[in-house]
């Protein structure tokens, strides 16, 4: 019997091209692979003990004999390789098309109306990483109080602002103007609030972004598990991804370490069902950014946590570990990578040991966990719980 899972995706930690990388420009992309490869061996003890290097096809991780958890990967069924596609699927969503993506900027018609709802001009309308464009325009935001309007290879709308010109609370109403607006054909997957502060050539990202996700088309493993009167403890970006649907208690923080605290914190309280934690920074600081060594340092930071959350964890308590997409920073893009995801479970009443294969879709992951909580749901994927249950 399980009594709570404590589920944490490390955002964008994939584990090697899907088959169909190539459609989306990612050969060759590996992430743990090419950063281990970059550096000369990456060295993360605690997942491997559980069986991080025993995953088949993985590369750069050392494999342990006999491992303490069970293990696999998982390949994504949906289009897309966004945050919100990988997230929607770990929790039970297929998604047949991709999000709308504006590698020439947002269509004119977009823009005149998003000015004429929020009262102002805009500036930037380009794809842009984010600390560049605050560079580059952060002045002529600083000068007109015109929003920067930017996005990326990702289905993003995103508004950054300098917290001193545009308030947060008026900067968070523009997005929610965006969100409203953003329907139908340009229903992005995301508008994001991406505050900043600073002087000229010194403007630096606040911890304050804030993201506003479409709604779920149907019902998700939150829902399930929260309509039978269990928690959902969402961690880190989790409440923003689902648009707050299905969770009934919801923490943002400040990076990774901030995001394995509130873990603990919750873990530590009386709750039953599901603790969601979302660990951002290997996405948005280093793989983005194209920081190996950064990216490195992040996952053996986590890995050192992870002896605290095994230690935390309750009789009936389930770890699962698990990715969203990848984001290799060895490669020349900046973007997402389409890739397989590590698949990590373990706790007293998991087999050790158990090898899951290649998992067909991240949908397993949520099927599994609704099993595990027996939540009835309609949700996509193949349980496994049968397979790692002593």
């Avoid at 964008?12 to 992309?29: M, N």
């Avoid at 490869?37 to 993985?58: Q, S």
Wanted: glycine fraction near 12%; hydrophobic fraction near 35%; proline fraction near 4%.
């Amino acid at each position: 019997m399980v009594d709570r899972v404590v589920l944490i995706v490390l955002d964008s930690v994939g584990i090697g091209e899907l088959p169909d990388a190539a459609k989306y420009g990612d050969e060759g992309s590996d992430t743990i692979g090419n950063i281990s490869k970059a550096i000369g061996g990456l060295k993360l003890p605690n997942m491997e003990r559980i069986g991080l290097g025993n995953i088949e096809g993985i590369k750069g991780i050392d494999r342990v004999s006999n491992p303490e958890g069970s293990f696999g990967k998982c390949g994504e069924m949906s289009a897309g390789k966004d945050t919100t596609t990988g997230h929607w699927e770990i929790a039970g969503l297929i998604l047949d098309k991709p999000f709308p993506t504006y590698p020439d900027g947002f269509p004119e018609e977009i823009i005149e109306e998003f000015e004429r709802k929020i009262g102002t001009k805009i500036i930037g309308n380009k794809p842009a990483s984010g600390t560049v464009i605050i560079q580059e325009l952060g002045d002529e935001h600083v000068k007109t109080g015109y929003p920067i309007v930017y996005t990326s290879a990702d289905s993003v709308f995103q508004i950054a602002a300098h917290e001193e010109v545009i308030p947060l609370e008026r900067l968070y109403e523009m997005c929610q103007i965006a969100r409203d607006m953003l329907k139908g054909e340009h229903a992005v997957g995301r508008v994001i609030a991406r505050p900043f502060v600073g002087t000229s050539g010194n403007y630096k990202r606040t911890t304050n972004r804030r993201d506003f996700s479409l709604k779920p088309f149907k019902s998700t493993l939150l829902d399930y598990v929260s309509k039978k009167g269990l928690d959902v403890c969402a961690v880190g970006k989790i409440e923003d991804i689902y648009a707050g649907w299905g969770i009934t208690k919801a923490v943002h923080t400040k990076n990774n370490m901030d995001g394995v605290d509130k873990t603990l914190e919750y873990m530590k309280e009386d709750n039953k069902g599901l603790i969601f934690t979302n660990l951002v920074d290997y996405d948005m600081i280093y793989g983005h950014r194209n920081d190996v060594q950064g990216y490195a340092n992040a996952l053996m930071e986590f890995d050192n946590r992870l002896p605290e959350i095994i230690g935390a964890m309750r009789e009936k308590d389930v770890l699962f570990i698990t990715a969203d997409h990848g984001c290799d920073p060895t490669t020349p893009s900046t973007d997402h990578s389409r890739e397989y995801v590590p698949l990590l479970i373990y706790g007293k009443s998991i087999k050790a040991g158990v090898n899951l294969g290649v998992r067909k879709t991240y949908s397993d992951i949520g099927k599994t966990i609704a099993d595990l909580l027996n939540v009835e749901n309609d949700i996509a994927g193949t349980s496994f719980a049968g397979e790692i249950l002593k």
